[in-house]
């Protein structure tokens, strides 16, 4: 007789995504004020009109990491990386390992289905992921936290009130 064994593996990964700096600074102190050590990551854009990535890097990358550091008061990964779909993108926080994980020489992110195959492999669905990704493209802010369910909630609770 086979037994079956149903193993469920459940992420716990929240995205939020804010269309000004201002508002992404506030929802981080609230989740902080709530939440005990979260796990947080900002994925952005760089509006790099016709900034080449050399130049990106050598005069904003070191000031840009110490900022995402003040913001998540803790010493936080940081990179930058080019998209062809996206743009220049930089990530700060607990996935930047994922995002500049090095493929033959290029980091996941910059391949043209990293970030869509990143964050389909957190566990968000297909629509999400498209929507969260077309506003990155926008120029907008995704804060990406994890924790257990019901932290999640409570800080879903608390960022509506912001609204």
């Known amino acids: 007789m086979k037994s ?9 990964f929240a995205i939020m995504e804010f269309q000004n700096l201002r508002m992404l600074k506030k929802a981080i ?9 979260p ?19 050598t005069n904003l ?19 930058i990386f080019p998209n062809a779909q996206l743009g220049t993108l930089f990530i700060a ?5 994922q995002f500049l994980l090095d493929i033959s020489g290029i980091p996941l992110g910059s391949m043209s289905a990293g970030p869509y195959g990143i964050l389909r492999g ?7 992921v498209n929507f969260h990704l077309k506003l990155l493209k926008e120029g907008h802010f995704l804060l990406l936290v ?16 912001l609204s």
Do not use: C, H, T
């Open 4 to 12: 079956k064994v149903n193993i469920s593996v459940r992420r716990f």
């Open 29 to 37: 102190e609230v989740i902080q004020a709530n939440v005990d050590k």
């Open 39 to 57: 796990q947080m990551s900002i994925l952005g854009k760089l509006d790099n009109n016709n900034i080449s990535l050399d130049e990106i890097k």
């Open 61 to 79: 990358e070191q000031e840009l990491k110490e900022f995402w550091n003040g913001v998540l008061k803790s010493k936080v990964p940081f990179g």
């Open 93 to 97: 926080g607990n996935l930047a390992s």
């Open 122 to 128: 957190l566990g968000l669905s297909e629509y999400k």
């Open 146 to 161: 994890r924790d257990s369910s019901m932290k999640l909630e409570l800080i879903e609770e608390e960022l509506e009130k």
